[in-house]
């Protein structure tokens, strides 16, 4: 399980509004891919959906159920940020199990979820070693791992591929595709690049200044766009 229901869903900063009016429904087992240019509220919008950051109004409404007041640890999400947000000073394995261990996880459970998540990534031979020991793409496969480990309902991604070279960028992708397949999860992911959205999404979410401009697949946005705004996003003539 793991549908997404946001409801009119609007974020102010201060006099700032931030998010205009949010409405999306998202299937069990999606991908979703939120596009827009930078400051239009991608990182906001996913922030009020993990519940790191309250929503001003409206509702995030999860299998049926109104979590806007429920606290992120409970809300069976998991997120990837593009900084990795590793624990230094943790070995590889104590980054992915630490959240599991907090929760009261029985150690033997912990291991198991750990060797699969571990295996899925191409990641057993480095699990006792240190973030500062490994290169961006096994760091930000850790934090993949550490997402995973969780078993969430819902994966939230944000930009995960922008601190990693070319090469790296298209391999992490193919593996991000990878886990989907494997897990049927459902999984919401924010990028400013159009390949990765176009490769990725089942779904493409166009945000423009805290609105939502089309929501489509990727044929559907690139043959059809609603204006000139996703036009030039998806980089298709009209
Ligand atoms: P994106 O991820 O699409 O680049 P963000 O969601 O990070 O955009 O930011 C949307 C807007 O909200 C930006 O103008 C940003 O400066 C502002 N913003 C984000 N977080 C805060 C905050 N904690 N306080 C004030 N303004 C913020
Ligand atoms: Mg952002």
């Known amino acids: ?6 409801e009119n869903v609007k974020k102010a900063f201060g006099p700032v509004e931030v998010l205009k009016g949010i409405n999306l429904e998202v299937n069990d087992g999606e991908f979703v891919v939120f596009v827009g240019p930078s400051g239009c509220g991608k990182s906001t919008l996913l922030r009020v959906i993990a519940g790191l950051e309250d929503s001003t109004s409206g509702r995030v409404v999860i299998d049926g159920e109104d979590v806007s007041a429920t606290p992120p640890a409970k809300r069976g999400i998991a997120m990837v940020f593009q900084t990795y947000a590793l624990y230094p000073h943790l070995t590889v394995k104590n980054n992915m199990g630490l959240g599991l261990k907090q929760a009261g996880t029985p150690a033997a459970e912990i291991e198991r979820r750990i060797g699969i998540a571990s295996s899925m990534l191409s990641l057993e031979p480095y699990l006792e070693r240190r973030p500062a020991e490994l290169s ?5 496969r850790v934090a993949i791992g550490r997402a995973v480990v969780r078993e969430p309902k819902l994966f939230l991604f944000d930009e995960p591929l922008s601190n990693l070279d070319a090469a790296l960028r298209v391999n992490t992708r193919l593996e991000i595709a990878q886990l989907h397949r494997r897990l049927k999860a459902t999984m919401i992911y924010v990028t400013h690049d159009q390949v990765e959205a176009m490769t990725l999404a089942d779904k493409i979410v166009v945000l423009n200044a805290g609105r939502i401009e089309q929501i489509g697949g990727p044929m559907e946005l690139y043959n059809s ?3 000139e705004f996703v036009a030039g996003f998806i980089g298709s003539p009209k």
Do not use: E
């Open 1 to 6: 399980m793991g549908s997404l229901n946001i």
């Open 136 to 140: 961006g793409g096994q760091r930000q």
């Open 225 to 227: 766009p609603a204006n």
